[in-house]
């Protein structure tokens, strides 16, 4: 099996060097060949924006889309936890103790806070023997003492993260979350603040659910702009639809973000496409999507002039 060549990065000038080259050796005019590879570059550019495959690329499989709704679920999941789901609940009231100890409880007041606490056979059942004996304790301030004791000499503050809620309040928060991190979590990065309580799985899943269909709006940005690129026709008078895809999970986000720009010059027609939602807090420009992008176009433009010019001169020495 082939090994795959790694993409360089290329530039925009390196990109209409490309097409100029592309024109001059195969006698086409720079208009068409410039139609054409602008065509391709957005399709590229809907590959290689998030979501897709490990490693890179299939960016418009049914694969990405999964990969794309399970990041969704897997990022929501570290905000919220449900209530009724003991498994992962498990550590939610220890964490709400452990906030309202250290005074970062609701109200920043910590024996308010602990007082609040409503200790149940249920919630308690998660905690070691010995915090399960103290919240047991009849005395509230004997057991705020020992709790502050205990948790000072199990070194709890910092390791755990502080727990809010409940919330129905799923949308702000989680926006407000990924604001922070451009739109998308790197891997192994930390959320950025305290974790919220909501009723139930059910709930929780199905706002997962509802923002899973939004799994493609950044793709849909590039996808608009193509669709505003004037047709090529052939000479028999046939639609040349370079670029096309099949992806319907992308079509669906029909996106305003996209804009295209055309302009004929004496020296040949200049096009220019963005997405305006495909570089939030310079998401894009950490990753070099845009330089991958322009770098597959570039290698596969003289991939595609090598293999013409080598036909041609098969064709002409066969004569």
Do not use: C
């Not at 806070?113 to 004997?142: H, Y």
């Amino acid at each position: 099996m082939a090994k795959s060549t790694p993409i360089e990065p290329k530039s925009k000038a390196d990109f209409d060097k490309a097409i100029s080259v592309f024109a001059e050796k195969v006698k086409v005019e720079v208009s068409i060949i410039t139609n054409e590879q602008m065509r391709l570059l957005l399709r590229d550019a809907m590959i290689f924006t998030p979501p897709m495959l490990k490693g890179g690329g299939q960016g418009l499989s049914p694969k990405a889309l999964t990969a794309g709704m399970g990041k969704l679920s897997k990022d929501v999941k570290r905000i919220f936890v449900p209530m009724d789901q003991g498994v992962r609940s498990k550590g939610v009231f220890l964490r709400q103790v452990i906030n309202a100890v250290q005074g970062t409880g609701p109200t920043g007041r910590s024996w308010m806070d602990f007082i609040a606490l409503q200790p149940t056979e249920k919630n308690i059942k998660g905690l070691s023997p010995v915090m399960r004996k103290i919240m047991q304790d009849s005395d509230t301030r004997r057991a705020y003492a020992k709790a502050q004791n205990y948790l000072s000499k199990a070194r709890a503050d910092g390791s755990i993260r502080p727990i809010l809620g409940p919330t129905n309040d799923l949308k702000d928060i989680h926006d407000k979350y990924k604001t922070k991190v451009g739109g998308r979590w790197k891997k192994n990065a930390p959320v950025g603040g305290p974790q919220y309580m909501v009723g139930t799985a059910l709930f929780l899943q199905a706002y997962i659910a509802e923002r899973q269909l939004k799994v493609g709006y950044t793709k849909a940005g590039w996808a608009t702009a193509l669709r505003m690129i004037p047709p090529l026709i052939s000479s028999k008078g046939n639609a040349r639809n370079y670029g096309a895809y099949d992806a319907p999970w992308v079509d669906r986000n029909r996106s305003p973000m996209g804009q295209f720009t055309m302009s004929q010059t004496a020296t040949g027609t200049s096009m220019t496409a963005t997405n305006l939602i495909g570089n939030i807090n310079n998401v894009a420009t950490d990753a070099n999507t845009v330089n991958i992008v322009y770098g597959n176009r570039v290698k596969q433009i003289y991939a595609t002039v090598d293999s013409r010019t080598k036909d041609h001169a098969e064709r002409a020495n066969r004569k």
